[in-house]
């Protein structure tokens, strides 16, 4: 086995364990917010906090869907695409702190808000989301494998 295989194994088990793991706390943020709206807790429910609603749930919207990225990635990874090193640990970087940053940060956005903007940790978001979107395109560049260079 090569060094650049024993890599994508090891890049492929760190993305499977995170997605599953991601999985479980996301889905947990899900089963919260539904246990808050089910127990009409005031804080969240109050028009005053429509924002935090709104924020949360998009937290936990991307973060499951992030989390189930991070397992196709991991999937993936030993059957398809051109990689070399520098491009494999640099795709693995962006997609896990993209997959950090952005629920992350509408989650902290809707933590602390006044009725109309959110808390400064929604600056998280456009950060995760270009980190995302560069992770995505190393991926695709990857699977047209133009580059043989290993």
């Known amino acids: 086995m ?7 194994q090891r890049i492929a088990w760190r993305h499977h364990l ?17 246990a808050l709206h089910g127990l009409k ?3 969240y429910l109050d028009p005053e906090n429509r924002l935090r ?7 936990h919207a991307h973060g499951t869907l992030l989390s189930l990225l991070q397992i196709v990635f991991a ?3 030993g059957r398809f695409g051109t990689w070399n090193r520098g491009r494999l640990r640099l ?27 959110p808390w400064i940790g929604i600056v998280l978001v456009p950060i995760g989301a ?8 190393l991926i695709a560049l990857s ?5 043989r260079v290993e």
């Open 18 to 34: 995170i997605g599953w793991w991601g999985m479980l706390v996301f889905l947990s943020l899900g089963i919260g917010l539904e």
């Open 53 to 59: 609603r709104l924020m949360w749930t998009l937290s």
């Open 143 to 147: 699977a047209l494998g133009l580059d």
């Open 2 to 8: 090569s060094d650049l295989d024993d890599l994508r």
């Open 91 to 117: 795709t693995s970087f962006f997609l896990i702190d993209g997959w950090l940053l952005l629920p992350l940060g509408f989650f902290l956005g809707g933590l602390w808000h006044n009725e109309t903007d």
């Open 130 to 137: 270009l980190f995302l979107l560069v992770a995505v395109f």
């Open 41 to 43: 807790v005031g804080a």
């Open 75 to 77: 999937l993936g990874l």
